[in-house]
């Protein structure tokens, strides 16, 4: 009768542990409570009762504040240890950021070109150059790492500055620039002899 019955608070035994494991402390108290003249499951219940308040809801600074046994024997639960931060990443590489605001800039400025909106892909890039770098910017605020950043700024640089420097120069030697443009096209179109 007592195999029977510690082959019984065994398997009780294993099924509150697996529950303690999974934090179910409530249903793990459940099958203890059923084993009154059992040591280790006394055991188990005051550690329970340790983590659990009345209400039934583990108290945080049990579960989180611990990662040890309690008494240091062997066969007592073990705490959950203290959970992981997961903010933002610590290091973000903005390279491949970069290459894919180039390719917007150059792809789908031909697209815009093509089908008549010729500073579409323009647009599009520096607010893809704006976005990235404001993520980056958070990520180093937030203690972070940002690789890559100097290729953005490069690039809004070239985004920002080349068509500044294209009207500018238009403005100033515009005229001379068309005359030259017009005596080029006339050249070609004049057949050679």
């Not at 049990?62 to 062997?74: A, V």
Request: proline share 6%.
């Amino acid at each position: 009768m007592s195999d029977e019955m510690s082959s019984q608070d065994e398997a009780k035994l294993q099924a509150a542990r697996e529950l303690m494991a999974q934090h179910n402390y409530a249903a793990a108290k459940a099958i203890l409570e059923t084993m009154p003249g059992n040591p280790q499951a006394q055991n188990w219940l005051e550690t329970i009762a340790q983590i659990m308040p009345e209400y039934g809801k583990p108290k945080r600074d049990d579960i989180y504040g611990q990662d040890e046994y309690y008494g240091g024997e062997p066969g007592k639960i073990k705490l959950a240890p203290k959970p992981q931060y997961y903010g933002p990443p610590m290091y973000e590489d903005f390279t491949s950021k970069a290459v894919w605001t180039l390719i917007a800039f150059l792809g789908i400025g031909f697209l815009g070109r093509a089908v008549g909106i010729p500073f579409f892909g323009w647009i599009v890039a520096l607010v893809m150059n704006i976005v990235y770098l404001n993520q980056a910017r958070n990520t180093r605020n937030t203690g972070g790492e940002a690789k890559g950043i100097g290729c953005l700024w490069a690039l809004l640089v070239v985004m920002v500055l080349l068509p500044c420097a294209a009207v500018l120069t238009v403005m100033l030697a515009g005229d001379s620039i068309i005359e030259t443009f017009n005596q080029i096209e006339t050249a070609m179109s004049t057949p050679s002899r």
